[in-house]
Nanobody, 134 residues
């Protein structure tokens, strides 16, 4: 059974940093993509970043490029999202997701360009809340 568990959220001041973790189980991390998404109250889910865990290829939304870094540790079956220089507009619930039926490259393309299409299927964590406020 595929399971994703996010952790690492919290309250941080603008300009601060957080590192989110997505612990995966029930599948081989090194064969699929893991996406990071966020959803603020009243807004649609947005794709933030995605990593192909087989070769480490990464993609980012324009809004986080240069500030967020996604990485994976296949030995720990965990994907990380390092978030630096956080802004109030980064406040949201953050989720990691995957879909074992899609190729890693296709999943990452959809994660950034059409994230809501991925909400129909796949697997999702329960989310972790990030609040950026002074």
């Amino acid at each position: 059974q595929v399971q994703l568990v996010e952790s690492g959220g919290g309250l941080v001041q603008p300009g601060g940093s957080l590192r989110l973790s997505c612990a995966a189980s029930g599948f081989t991390l090194g064969r699929h993509a893991i996406g990071w998404f966020r959803q603020a109250p009243g807004k649609e889910r947005e794709g933030v970043s995605c990593i192909s865990t087989s070769d480490g290829t990464t993609v980012y939304a324009d809004s986080v490029k240069g500030r967020f870094t996604v990485s994976r540790d296949v030995t720990e079956n965990t994907v990380y999202l390092q978030m630096n220089n956080l802004k109030p507009e980064d406040t949201a619930d953050y989720y990691c997701g995957t879909d074992l039926e899609l190729s890693a490259s296709y999943y990452c393309i959809l994660a950034i360009s059409a994230p809501t299409t991925l909400m129909v299927g796949g697997s999702w964590g329960q989310g972790t809340q990030v609040t950026v406020s002074s």
